[in-house]
């Protein structure tokens, strides 16, 4: 027996058609659902979350839940607008070595 769960169930999981710990026959069926309803959510939900699938330990397909740094920045890019100035941004994707940045300061021109 393979299970799939939500690793945290956010409100638009709690408000939605999807279920937790939903078990299926084979490996591959559980891979199949984890990620179909990955992307489903990805699609459907707010957008303040980003969903991804995981194997586990025993058996278990665990989808991930991690903040959209989309959402939190506003940035299309998806990159917090302070990247490269001495960012305190836990989600910040580039390095915050400023020594050599020229637009250090000058802002990403995103609001």
Do not use: P
């Amino acid at each position: 027996m393979y299970t799939v769960q939500m690793e945290q169930e956010c409100g638009c999981f709690k408000k939605s058609e999807y279920s937790n710990n939903n078990s299926f026959q084979t490996q591959q069926d559980a891979y199949n659902y984890a990620n179909i309803v990955a992307e489903f959510m990805n699609e459907e939900f707010c957008s303040q979350h980003t969903f991804y699938s995981e194997i586990a330990e025993n058996n278990t397909f665990v989808i991930r839940v991690a903040i959209n740094a989309t959402s939190v920045s506003g940035c299309s890019t998806g990159v917090s607008c302070d990247v490269g100035c001495e960012s305190t941004d836990d989600w910040t994707l580039e390095s915050t070595d400023t020594a050599n940045d020229e637009n250090c300061g000058t802002g990403c021109g995103c609001s």
